[in-house]
């Protein structure tokens, strides 16, 4: 993970949908998150150059129904607490660093 770059990406160059700038502490859960993502799932990087992240995105992937249904999650990353919730979180910081790797054409 280019961790100073995806830093300077969040600051300088992401808008929200709303069209304000992340502020300090969700660009730091951001970057948090996306290294608890590598240390479970391997190089962020690497996950792009191999297929654009749709693997380990997919595998982030996980419904209120898989959870109901009693649906384990694909992901290999232990979270404790509200496991909905937590792999949502993962995801969309995943998706920051999916969408950092696109502007910055890695």
């Not at 969700?26 to 690497?46: F, Q, T, Y």
């Not at 232990?78 to 919730?85: A, K, Q, S, T, Y």
Request: proline content about 3%.
């Amino acid at each position: 993970m280019k961790e100073n770059e995806f830093e300077k990406w969040l600051i300088d160059e992401y808008v929200t949908r709303n069209g304000t700038r992340l502020q300090k502490r969700p660009r730091s859960d951001a970057k948090s998150r996306c290294k608890r993502v590598e240390k479970h799932e391997g190089n962020l990087d690497s996950h792009y150059k191999m297929d654009g992240m749709r693997s380990l995105l997919n595998s982030l992937a996980y419904s209120k129904s898989d959870q109901d249904a009693g649906v384990s999650p694909k992901h290999s990353i232990p979270i404790e607490g509200d496991i909905l919730n937590g792999t949502a979180s993962l995801r969309n910081a995943v998706n920051l660093y999916c969408q950092f790797c696109m502007a910055i054409q890695i």
